[in-house]
């Protein structure tokens, strides 16, 4: 890629770098204090405990299969041509409490997860008898132990089971309940309040009088957010009044741990965002142009008496969008209290397969598909053009290539860094 020291015709002073918006953004936010969540609102939190086993699982010896506890000496020389015959004494469902005692020579009719008699050697399955009631024929001899479950073969009592750091998936859910935990301690979803402004923007389902469109924004951020774990509201469309917006953004601090607004912060007349958060009032917002294509007008600061992190991401929809994944994402991660690297997005090499030009000065971000060439090498080709109004594009984009500050031009078999928009498929892994 050719890369250029001087930049004609730009300010690069005027400018703040993606790395400096994106810590300024960071700065705001901090892990949210961790919580005791109801188990079915844990899901996709991080554990801010480690959870230890209180008891043994399984907690007692069961049986695996549905048929005969029986003991070994009592079923020897069994075979499908000399079954052999056993009174039934017992009828052991699931749950069953009180104690049942194997004597010999008889044997307890036992169903799946149901505690195993005192005595018992191995539990027959019903396929291998006739399935009797008062008295069964045996027709095959299990081994010791066969189909019986030991309590503490999966977990012993005071066992480490889940780390503190855990994102907690489906599958921890599962074994919190097993555990017994009825609620756990994570750190919680911040709560999201996306406000889209405009005058033009309209409903999506109401009709558009001319000069007017839908609003993409407060939908395709809003879901942004509760695909990274936050619980997000949308608030309707709020007029390019200033009055209007402060009023709505103030009613909004209650219950918003981060304020996401879209439109209104570059430099036209009724930028209105601009206008109410740089005015005077309870808020500390600063407005910066960062060397970013798409994304230059950004804004990041505090609202109100308890300085709720509030960032202004512009209005143009791909604008929005990459705005959400490069400065917002981050920050809605730290406060999730996820570390590391973005396991959705990850960040891999590729080689390019079209020619495009970069603004040398930004760092570009290109909505792009990837493929495999012939030998298995990642090929990623631009999806639409470079227009931040150009939305249909980001439903065919599978990735972001960033271009660096300082390249003008990709040329086809460039190396570029592209962002995947959501985990590796399993066959790249
Ligand atoms: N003189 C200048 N004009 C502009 C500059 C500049 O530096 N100087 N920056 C341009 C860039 S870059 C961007 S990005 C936009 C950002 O503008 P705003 O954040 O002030 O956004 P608006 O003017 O309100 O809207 C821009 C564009 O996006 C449409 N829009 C707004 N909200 C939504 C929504 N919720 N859903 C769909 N589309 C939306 C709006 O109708 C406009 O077309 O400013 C450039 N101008
Ligand atoms: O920077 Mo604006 O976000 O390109 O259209």
Same mark, same amino acid.
């Given at each position: 890629?050719p890369?250029? $020291?001087?930049? +004609?015709?730009?300010?690069v002073?005027?400018?703040?770098?993606?790395?400096?918006?994106r810590?300024?953004?960071?700065?705001?936010?901090? +892990?949210?204090?961790?919580l005791?969540?109801?188990?079915?609102?844990a899901?996709?939190?991080?554990?801010?405990?480690?959870v230890?086993?209180?008891?043994?699982?399984?907690?007692?010896?069961?049986?695996?299969?549905?048929?005969?506890?029986?003991?070994?000496?009592?079923?020897?020389?069994?075979?499908? $041509?000399?079954?052999?015959?056993?009174?039934?004494?017992?009828?052991?469902?699931?749950?069953?409490?009180?104690a049942?005692?194997?004597?010999?020579?008889?044997?307890?009719?036992?169903?799946?997860?149901? +505690?195993v008699?005192?005595?018992?050697?191995?539990?027959?399955?019903?396929?291998?008898t006739?399935?009797?009631?008062?008295?069964?024929?045996?027709?095959?001899?299990?081994?010791?132990?066969?189909?019986?479950?030991?309590?503490?073969?999966?977990?012993?009592?005071?066992?480490?089971?889940?780390?503190a750091?855990? !994102?907690?998936?489906? !599958?921890?859910?599962?074994?919190?309940?097993?555990?017994?935990?009825a609620?756990?301690?994570?750190?919680?979803r911040? !709560?999201?309040?996306?406000v889209?402004?405009?005058?033009?923007?309209?409903e999506?389902?109401?009709?558009?009088?001319r000069?007017?469109?839908?609003?993409?924004n407060?939908?395709?951020l809003?879901?942004?957010?509760?695909?990274?774990?936050? =619980?997000?509201?949308?608030?309707?469309?709020?007029?390019?009044?200033?009055?209007?917006?402060?009023?709505?953004?103030?009613?909004? =601090?209650?219950?918003a741990?981060?304020?996401?607004?879209s439109?209104?912060?570059?430099?036209?007349?009724?930028?209105?965002?601009?206008?109410?958060?740089?005015?005077?009032?309870?808020?500390?917002?600063?407005?910066?142009?960062?060397?970013?294509?798409?994304?230059?007008?950004?804004?990041?600061?505090?609202?109100?008496?308890?300085?709720?992190?509030?960032?202004?991401?512009?209005?143009?929809?791909?604008?929005?969008?990459v705005?959400?994944?490069?400065?917002?994402?981050?920050?809605?991660?730290?406060?999730?209290?996820?570390?590391g690297p973005?396991?959705?997005?990850?960040?891999v090499?590729? =080689?390019?397969?079209?020619?495009?030009?970069s603004p040398?000065?930004?760092?570009q971000?290109?909505?792009?598909?990837?493929?495999?060439?012939?030998?298995?090498?990642?090929?990623?080709e631009?999806?639409?053009?470079?227009?931040?109004?150009?939305?249909?594009?980001?439903?065919?984009?599978?990735c972001?290539?960033?271009?660096?500050?300082?390249?003008?031009?990709?040329?086809?078999? $460039?190396?570029?860094?592209?962002?995947?928009?959501?985990?590796l498929?399993?066959? $790249?892994?």
């Amino acid at each position: 890629m050719p890369r250029r $020291d001087n930049l +004609p015709g730009v300010s690069v002073e005027t400018l703040t770098t993606v790395a400096a918006h994106r810590q300024a953004c960071l700065d705001l936010v901090r +892990p949210l204090p961790p919580l005791d969540l109801a188990l079915r609102d844990a899901l996709g939190c991080v554990l801010a405990e480690d959870v230890v086993s209180p008891r043994a699982l399984p907690a007692f010896d069961n049986s695996g299969m549905d048929g005969y506890a029986v003991r070994l000496r009592d079923v020897e020389g069994a075979g499908e $041509d000399a079954p052999v015959g056993l009174p039934v004494v017992s009828d052991i469902a699931a749950g069953r409490a009180d104690a049942v005692r194997l004597t010999g020579g008889t044997t307890a009719r036992i169903m799946t997860g149901a +505690p195993v008699p005192a005595g018992a050697e191995a539990v027959v399955p019903v396929e291998w008898t006739d399935r009797g009631v008062s008295h069964v024929l045996i027709r095959r001899v299990p081994s010791p132990g066969q189909h019986i479950r030991r309590a503490g073969e999966d977990v012993d009592a005071g066992t480490l089971v889940l780390e503190a750091g855990t !994102r907690l998936a489906p !599958r921890h859910i599962g074994v919190l309940a097993a555990l017994g935990r009825a609620r756990v301690r994570v750190r919680p979803r911040p !709560r999201v309040v996306v406000v889209s402004t405009g005058t033009e923007v309209v409903e999506p389902g109401a009709a558009l009088a001319r000069g007017q469109l839908h609003d993409a924004n407060g939908y395709l951020l809003t879901a942004a957010a509760e695909e990274v774990g936050a =619980l997000a509201y949308r608030v309707g469309v709020v007029a390019d009044d200033a009055r209007e917006l402060a009023a709505v953004l103030d009613d909004q =601090l209650v219950r918003a741990d981060v304020v996401l607004t879209s439109g209104g912060v570059s430099e036209g007349a009724y930028d209105t965002v601009k206008e109410v958060l740089s005015g005077p009032g309870a808020h500390a917002v600063r407005f910066d142009r960062v060397a970013v294509q798409p994304g230059m007008p950004q804004g990041c600061g505090t609202l109100g008496e308890a300085g709720v992190p509030v960032f202004t991401l512009p209005g143009n929809p791909v604008s929005a969008f990459v705005s959400f994944e490069v400065f917002v994402r981050p920050a809605l991660r730290r406060m999730l209290g996820a570390e590391g690297p973005d396991p959705e997005r990850p960040r891999v090499r590729a =080689l390019a397969g079209a020619a495009w030009t970069s603004p040398p000065a930004k760092e570009q971000y290109v909505r792009a598909a990837w493929t495999r060439d012939a030998q298995g090498r990642l090929v990623v080709e631009p999806v639409s053009g470079h227009g931040s109004h150009l939305v249909t594009g980001l439903a065919r984009a599978t990735c972001l290539v960033v271009v660096p500050v300082g390249v003008a031009a990709v040329e086809p078999g $460039d190396e570029v860094e592209c962002v995947l928009l959501g985990p590796l498929p399993v066959e $790249d892994l």
